[in-house]
Nanobody, 115 residues
Framework: EVQLQASGGGLVQAGGSLRLSCAAP?????????VGWFRQAPGKEREGVSC????????FYLDSVKGRFAVSRDHANNTFYLQMTSLKPEDTAVYYC???????WGQGTLVTVSS
């Protein structure tokens, strides 16, 4: 089973920025999969935040993060990212990275935004 390594979470004040990273194992070709980020806030269901489609490479975003978050991928380093800016308290959640729309998952990284 492929285990993705997510990192970059932490505590930040409202208006701040964080960059989440998700690394696939060496030799694993994640170009074959859509890449995505999900989050789950306390007491809420997991929701999709952003993704890059496999075929077209188009990016998609949850409405509430459009203009603030940016997803990207670095095939050379087998890593993809979620750059988060202008963070709001409602962005507080455990963030999970995923390949293939849920085929493989990272372990989750906690993002806490204080007001």
């Amino acid at each position: 089973e492929v285990q993705l390594q997510a990192s970059g979470g932490g505590l930040v004040q409202a208006g701040g920025s964080l960059r989440l990273s998700c690394a696939a194992p060496p030799g694993f070709n994640f170009e074959e999969y859509a890449v995505g980020w999900f989050r789950q806030a306390p007491g809420k269901e997991r929701e999709g935040v952003s993704c890059i489609s496999k075929g077209t490479g188009r990016s998609f975003y949850l409405d509430s993060v459009k203009g603030r978050f940016a997803v990207s991928r670095d095939h050379a380093n087998n890593t993809f990212y979620l750059q988060m800016t202008s963070l709001k308290p409602e962005d507080t959640a455990v963030y999970y990275c995923s390949l293939g729309g849920g085929l493989f998952w990272g372990q989750g990284t906690l993002v806490t935004v204080s007001s």
